[in-house]
């Protein structure tokens, strides 16, 4: 038996969209604001560039994947601190997989 879409829960079994209202989604759930993020990332990336530091951002705040590696695509961050290894899970690998296709002198369109 097949699921229908109305017995599929927004941000259970479906990803939130813009718009959807606060009591529509499941909890937990990440949810940010887009323009905030970006500026906070690009801070972020001067502040270190500044400094004249590595930014390694720790991933506990919003444990996503695909916020890791927007920090590292257009951060300037070299990577991820995660407390424990298990914390890493999923990005670390997207990151090695990525960092292997470069090695190789392949990228992908995620990579660029």
């Known amino acids: 038996m ?16 813009v718009g959807d209202t606060i009591d529509d989604i499941q909890t937990p759930a990440l ?5 905030a993020f970006e ?6 990336k001067a502040y270190a ?10 991933a506990k705040t919003h444990k996503s994947a695909e916020i890791a590696l927007y920090q590292m695509a257009n951060g300037g961050a070299v990577g991820i601190c995660c407390q424990k290894v298990s914390g890493g ?24």
């Open 89 to 112: 899970g999923s990005t670390g690998a997207r990151w090695r997989d990525r960092r292997a296709r470069r090695q190789r002198g392949r990228r992908s369109e995620e990579d660029r």
């Open 31 to 35: 949810i940010i604001d887009l323009d």
């Open 49 to 58: 560039e500044a400094m004249g530091v590595r930014l390694r951002p720790h």
């Open 39 to 44: 500026r906070n990332v690009g801070r972020m």
């Open 2 to 17: 097949t699921s229908s879409p109305k017995d599929l829960d927004i941000g259970y079994d479906l990803p939130a969209s």
